[in-house]
């Protein structure tokens, strides 16, 4: 597959990933908070890993590094919504309504929902600050992945948009 293909298909792989991220999410809440769920629901969450595991792997190897900096950012804006939640948690903060349905309307495009899912039936284990806690981890583990894969696509003197064509060098 050549490159320009291959960036295609990672770019549509990372976008179908996210029509999944925000489909999980939404049914996430609309399960009655997580505890109405079914089989087909933990199916669905399952799905989510392994989708996520699996473009974790194809970034790995397609190495293009405007998606890898875009996803690096994203899994950076996660971690920080984990951050406020443990910020709101250990400081017993109120948090006004307005910014409360900012941060809700934020939760949609982070996996927070999807996290707090899988570790719903740990809840009576870990307590709500430890499952953030874990939240957190896993996306600081996400970013820090992406950054070092960014680095990598760097290095390799791919830039941003694509690769140079050979035949379109000017001769001296």
């Not at 933990?42 to 996520?52: N, R």
């Not at 996803?71 to 017993?92: A, N």
């Not at 981890?137 to 970013?143: D, G, T």
């Amino acid at each position: 597959m050549g490159d320009k293909r291959r960036w295609r298909a990672v770019n549509a792989g990372a976008l179908l990933w996210m029509v999944l991220h925000v489909c999980t999410s939404v049914y996430a809440i609309l399960c009655g908070l997580y505890r109405s769920y079914s089989g087909g629901s933990w199916a669905l969450l399952g799905f989510w890993l392994l989708a996520l595991l699996v473009l974790d792997a194809w970034l790995y190897v397609s190495g293009d590094a405007e998606l890898l900096r875009s996803l690096k950012w994203f899994w950076g804006f996660s971690s920080g919504m984990f951050g406020i939640m443990l910020l709101v948690e250990w400081l017993d903060w109120t948090v006004p309504d307005l910014a409360a349905l900012v941060f809700v309307i934020c939760s949609f495009l982070t996996p927070v929902h999807q996290l707090e899912a899988l570790l719903w039936r740990a809840r009576e284990l870990m307590g709500r600050e430890l499952r953030t806690i874990a939240g957190c981890l896993f996306c600081l583990m996400h970013f820090v992945y992406l950054t070092r894969l960014h680095r990598w696509a760097m290095e390799k003197g791919v830039p941003p948009d694509g690769p140079v064509d050979r035949g379109g060098e000017t001769e001296k």
